[in-house]
């Protein structure tokens, strides 16, 4: 299975509406999105992208994604929202997702990072894996609020259905 991994961000006039501006900008706004928890099946493909493509057809489809997303109105904070990943040999593995608000983009950056890290760790202690730092992957999404609400997305995409 590939499983397509997108972060963007948007604004709006409301802080919905900056949500729903962010799902365009990742190309998934036109699904009924269905999120998962955290688990990679067996001989998984993980491909960062930068949009994801929508075929018309698809309108109104279930989306199956790993989701985190961060909303704020205030105006000079930083918003961000990433998934982390960590996968084994056979290609199963654990998704994280974390968001955070802050003053600076430094600042939300390493936090998230931390975050992500500090969780794959734990999942893969938790059920006996040997964690390698170096295996971790993330796609994170950082943006500041500037005049109008601001959303930031970071999403895995599993597959779509129709219902």
């Known amino acids: 299975m590939e499983i397509q ?73 930083f918003i961000a929202a990433g998934v982390g990943w960590y996968q084994l040999e056979d290609g199963r593995g654990y998704f994280v997702e974390h968001e955070i608000v802050g003053e600076t983009k430094i600042a939300v950056q390493s936090e998230i990072e931390n975050r992500i890290h500090n969780s794959l760790s734990d999942m893969c202690s938790f059920r006996k894996v040997r964690f390698v730092k170096e295996k971790a992957q993330s796609a994170i999404a950082v943006s500041q609020v500037v005049d109008k609400p601001a959303c930031v997305l970071a999403v895995a995409v599993y597959r779509s259905e129709p219902w």
């Open 5 to 77: 991994i997108v972060t963007s961000s948007g604004e709006g006039r409301t802080l919905l509406s900056a949500f729903d501006s962010a799902l365009q900008n990742a190309g998934v706004s036109n699904y009924n999105l269905i999120v998962l928890s955290s688990i990679i099946p067996p001989s998984s493909t993980l491909v960062k992208k930068r949009m994801y493509t929508t075929p018309p057809e698809e309108f109104g489809h279930r989306l199956y994604v790993v989701r985190a997303e961060m909303r704020s109105n205030e105006a000079g904070k």
